[in-house]
């Protein structure tokens, strides 16, 4: 009798709270037990005291059961670092020996780990047998010479339409923005501060609500970013939370008009931000680039040029005009686009797509 091959998970902690984790969990947790998933290979982050050893034995136990044959189609969480990649090395090249590897990206980073970095050249040797996901279409073309087969499951929103409210009355006093990501340079944060600061100097009532944690990026380090933050100072009109859990993130979004992203941040593909704004019908600011081109679709959202402050302010003049000379329609007139977005970004319709995926090939 033919032995039954299993589907296995490889990928990093994913109990942080973020884009990827939110899928990734979302995936291992419905998808892969309703395709007879029973294996899991996860290691903790880099900084993790020991990272490297636990890293070891879980591609020893990986290694073994692809050698006692149990292991058919392994779903890889990819890293799009260079280190990442690295760490990833072991899983990819279970392909080179017949296992079928399904490389989820959650980055738009992953087209120059694969084109112009100076280990690009491994990078393709290794993805060159594996299928890959990514969640929106922008990337399918530029990664169709790379990979054996690209397929688009694109993100979704698991909350009930009631967190959202959709059309929910907010209060008229002022327009509130809700920065709901992390605190980077490369997100917008800081010119999204500077648009706002004008505003407020220039007489028009709006306030900004921030969310998330501050995190370094290629643009500022850990110190520079701390320093930066500091010297925004407390004005009355901002008000900073910090990061909060995903239940209240949503409940802040409900009391919220706009949602700005305005990122040129290298990795930015699909922000789970950008899908429940949508859902919730908010108006939505964000910079001009393909990956949020291809997120917003037909949504009527601000798009401004990257790295425009004066975009920015601009976006929300109009917003705030448009609700203080009618907040009723202001609130509802993307209700209709809502309603199109929550059945775009529908979890079930995700599932169905990334089992439809995994299941092929499995036995």
Known sequence: MKMKKSIALWSSDYTELTGQAIITLRVAGYVLPELGASREFVFPPSAHPRAVARWFWVVLRLWREIALGQIGTLYLVCSRSN?????????????????????????????????????SSLARWFYSSC?????????????????????????????????????RKVETESLTVLWNSNVMVSKGFFDLFAAIKALQADGYPVKLIGLGKLVADEELGPEALN????????????????????????EMLAQADVICLPSRYSSESQGL???????????????????????????????????????????????????????????QTRSVYAAKARERFAVGRFERDMSDVLAKGSN
């Open 83 to 119: 280190g990442g990649f690295v760490r990833d090395i072991p899983a990819l090249l279970a392909a080179k020996i017949g296992v079928r590897v399904i490389v989820h990206s959650h980055g738009s980073d992953i087209v120059d780990l694969l084109t112009v970095r100076k280990l």
């Open 131 to 167: 299928h890959m996901i990514v969640p929106s279409e922008h990337l399918r073309e530029p990664l169709v010479p790379y990979v054996r087969s690209v397929h688009v499951c694109e993100g979704f929103y698991a909350g009930s339409q009631d967190m959202l409210e959709v059309g």
């Open 227 to 250: 320093k930066r933050f500091s010297s925004l100072g407390t004005p009355d009109w901002f008000d900073y939370r910090g990061r909060q859990p995903h239940k209240q993130s949503v």
């Open 273 to 331: 931000v950008i899908i429940e704004a949508m859902c919730a019908g908010k108006a939505i600011v964000v910079s001009d680039i393909p990956a949020l081109r291809a997120t917003l679709g037909d949504y009527p959202a601000f798009f401004v040029p990257v790295n425009s402050v004066d975009g920015i302010k601009e976006a929300l003049r109009r917003f705030s005009l448009q609700k203080k000379n009618d907040p009723v329609a202001f609130s």
